[in-house]
């Protein structure tokens, strides 16, 4: 088949971007042709290229922004679009995210091809969750940030139903996130297929006891500290906080335990957000004991999946699926995760043990307690069963959208 890609930001972080890149490039594996057109916020873009087959078409983002949309992005989707049409006859048109896909829909473009929306996220429900509950001591600050905030979620909310109801089908990342789209936008279950997130099971994978002694001397860490780690944007429904409040409680049983943090590079909330996570730990005395670090590629990621001894899914709400925890898991590490949203969907057929009983930093330090306690032998044959289970179930290969489709 001829597939059409259409995504929003190069620069994009997180789970969303790996997950355009992986998927348009496991479906060449598979024998289809992908042209991927994204915008670029860095003047020395690269135009076109072809990257493991995937055909990329790149253009220069303005920040020009009109009713939550990105003028730019849409004119600019909208022209190369037309191009390669006038080119190229194609089977599919797949479209990620907002200020495109609301382009290609509001002027119908494309007509008569079938048009697929990856649902990544309610970004409605993700602005909200940055307003919070109101405290007594912040009432203020939070009518402010409501009234901020409040005209973005009724445009965003309109923007992506709109996109949504256009779409001819819908790829949801988990029955979280079909149920979500259902309950939230009053969309009909059987136009929504589920297709969850993948890894690369040449970059993720374990490694033997002694690989992962001689890597943790080569990343600067202890042969014999516990290591804990969270690969997340820094963002209040991440839950993050909540995990540097449960370390006390896990030092106390576990001394030897340290708790790094990666987050992808621009992907706060706001700078003042995430200072106060360096303030939480100089408040809780946990300097040594916290690391943060960002800025990594893929297979750097990786190594530090790798010499990890338990990656923490600690998020209060909206994840629709969990890259990151798929990607620990195939690296031979446990995951330790919240019983919220898609999080529960990815552990409990591993082990029901790795769901926490709550979300609360006093829950997370009891649950990692528990893991920590766990005997060598116990721990061994959890990373194994953790490993096979992601492979198996979750490498790029398996992950077949079209074929539920067409």
């Known amino acids: 088949m001829k597939i059409l890609t259409i995504a929003e930001d190069v620069s994009l972080t997180g789970g969303p971007k790996t997950l355009v890149y992986e998927l348009a490039k496991s479906l060449v594996r598979k024998g289809h042709g992908v042209y991927l057109i994204e915008g670029s916020t860095n003047p020395h873009f690269k135009e076109k290229e072809v990257v493991e ?32 049409l006038k080119k190229t ?200 004991k916290v690391f943060f670090t960002t800025g990594l590629t893929r297979e750097k990621l990786a190594s530090f999946y790798q010499i990890a001894d338990c990656f923490l899914m600690v998020s209060r709400d909206l994840e629709t699926f969990g890259l ?7 690296c031979g590490i446990p995951a330790l995760g919240t019983p919220c949203a898609a999080i529960p969907e990815i552990l409990k057929p591993i082990n029901k043990n790795l769901i926490l009983k709550g979300s609360s930093h006093q829950n997370i330090a009891s649950g990692i307690n528990q893991f920590l306690s766990l005997s060598l032998r116990g721990k061994k044959i959890l990373a194994k069963k953790c490993h096979l289970y992601a492979k198996n179930k979750f490498s790029w290969g398996k992950i077949d959208f079209l074929g539920k489709i067409t």
Not at 120 to 140: D, M, W
Not at 240 to 261: E, F, G, S
Not at 324 to 330: K, N, W
Request: charged letters at 20%; aromatic letters at 10%.
């Open 324 to 330: 990151t925890t798929v990607e620990a898991l195939a």
């Open 53 to 84: 087959g995937v055909k990329i078409y790149r253009y220069f983002i303005r920040n020009f922004w009109l009713f939550e949309l990105n003028i730019s992005m849409c004119y600019q989707t909208i022209k190369i679009t037309n191009q390669l």
């Open 89 to 288: 006859k194609f089977d599919v048109i797949h479209i990620h995210l907002h200020s495109p896909a609301f382009a290609i829909f509001f002027f119908n473009i494309g007509k008569g091809i079938l048009k697929i929306i990856h649902f990544h996220g309610a970004l409605y429900l993700e602005t909200l969750s940055q307003i919070g509950k109101p405290q007594k001591h912040k009432i203020l600050g939070t009518i402010k940030k409501a009234l901020q905030f409040g005209p973005k979620i009724i445009l965003q909310r309109f923007i992506q139903s709109y996109c949504l109801r256009k779409a001819d089908k819908i790829i949801a990342l988990s029955q979280y996130s079909k149920d979500l789209i259902i309950d939230k936008f009053g969309i009909k279950s059987k136009k929504i297929i589920i297709a969850t997130g993948g890894i690369n099971p040449k970059i993720f994978y374990p490694l033997s006891p002694k690989e992962k002694l001689a890597k943790r001397k080569q990343l600067g860490f202890d042969k014999n500290v516990n290591i804990l780690l969270i690969a997340s944007r820094i963002e209040p429904r991440k839950g993050v906080d909540r995990a540097i409040k449960a370390l006390p409680q896990v030092l106390k049983k576990h001394p030897n335990t340290i708790l790094v943090i990666i987050s992808p590079s621009k992907s706060a909330v706001d700078y003042q957000y995430l200072a106060s996570h360096y303030n939480l730990v100089s408040e809780l005395n946990l300097g040594g």
